[in-house]
């Protein structure tokens, strides 16, 4: 079961629950009954994707990176695979239990998405791309079909993943001075997605502030620290604070769009997703 929850990158998954959350609060549909089960659909399609990211990297894993599960023999290729599929099928299922047809047709392309990322894309330029998109529609997993209220929040994540992903690739040998400066730039856009507008009470503004100012403060120095000199060791350290940032963003748009509360909910993912990553690697 350590070989699995390294495999999925277990712990890592407290990055997404506030996806779905922050659509639904986005596109005025608050999760209520069944929909509070579709942050866990989020869940098993992340996991599902760590599992493939792995299967595909198999070869490349075993030169670069032999401690984990696949290269060092603890998991077979094949039972990475499976995973990856079960806990597919598992997503999908607990996506359309929780918001019926409506959550399924984004659910599929979504599916769809982190296959084709993890088999085709992860590597090539368009790669962040896809990863980005894979976010973007989490949030919207959550919109209950009004996807078009939602967009700015997925774009905000979007944006951030995008960023986030591109930097990633230097975590071995270094990254770019002008990658980093990107992400960074990513960082600040999405900022400005989560604090912007009017809507929702001046309580709800102010602790969106608070939770974008955190997430541009951590991931920003970081980001700004690799830009400075992109070395592996940096680039690691941005790309950490980028998915734990995904956090705080999210509790920012949550609370942007009126949901304070929820918001400071989700906060306290990030303290505990930090504690962990410290046994089971995010990256």
């Given at each position: 079961?350590?070989?699995v929850?390294?495999?999925?990158r ?5 990055t997404?629950?506030g ?7 986005a596109s ?6 069944r929909?509070?089960?579709?942050p866990?659909a989020?869940?098993?399609?992340y ?6 990211n792995d ?5 490349l894993?075993?030169?670069e990176r032999?401690e984990?599960?696949?290269?060092s023999?603890?998991l ?6 499976a995973t990856g599929g079960v806990?597919t099928?598992?997503g999908?299922?607990?996506a ?21 990322y ?6 090539t ?11 973007a ?9 009004r ?8 774009i905000?994540?979007?944006v ?5 992903t591109?930097?990633?690739?230097g ?5 770019s001075?002008?990658?980093a ?10 900022t400005a ?7 929702g009470s ?8 608070g939770?974008a ?10 980001q700004?620290g690799a830009?400075?000199?992109?070395s592996a ?5 941005a ?6 940032g995904m956090v705080p ?9 009126g949901?304070a509360?929820?918001a400071a909910?989700l ?5 505990l997703?930090?504690?962990l ?6 990256t």
């Amino acid at each position: 079961m350590g070989a699995v929850a390294e495999l999925v990158r277990a712990p890592a998954a407290l990055t997404v629950l506030g996806d779905t959350v922050a659509g639904a609060a986005a596109s005025g549909s608050p999760l209520r009954g069944r929909r509070w089960t579709l942050p866990l659909a989020s869940v098993a399609l992340y996991w599902a994707g760590m599992a493939l990211n792995d299967w595909a990297d198999r070869d490349l894993d075993a030169v670069e990176r032999p401690e984990r599960p696949i290269p060092s023999g603890r998991l077979s290729a094949g039972a990475a695979l499976a995973t990856g599929g079960v806990l597919t099928a598992a997503g999908l299922g607990i996506a359309w239990f929780g918001g019926g047809q409506r959550s399924l047709r984004v659910a599929l392309p979504l599916a769809g998405a982190i296959w084709a990322y993890d088999t085709k894309l992860k590597g090539t330029a368009a790669g962040p791309c896809g990863m980005a998109a894979c976010r973007a529609l989490d949030v919207l997993l959550g919109a209950g079909g009004r996807w078009r209220d939602a967009a700015p929040a997925a774009i905000a994540l979007g944006v951030h993943t995008h960023g986030v992903t591109a930097l990633s690739a230097g975590e071995v040998h270094g990254g770019s001075a002008r990658t980093a400066r990107t992400a960074l730039a990513g960082t600040a856009v999405a900022t400005a997605l989560a604090v912007a507008g009017r809507r929702g009470s001046r309580r709800d503004r102010l602790a969106a502030l608070g939770f974008a100012g955190g997430y541009a403060a951590t991931v920003g120095r970081a980001q700004y620290g690799a830009a400075e000199r992109p070395s592996a060791p940096r680039v690691r350290a941005a790309t950490m604070a980028g998915i734990h940032g995904m956090v705080p963003l999210q509790a920012g748009l949550t609370a942007r769009y009126g949901a304070a509360r929820v918001a400071a909910a989700l906060a306290t993912a990030l303290p505990l997703a930090r504690r962990l990553a410290r046994k089971v690697s995010p990256t």
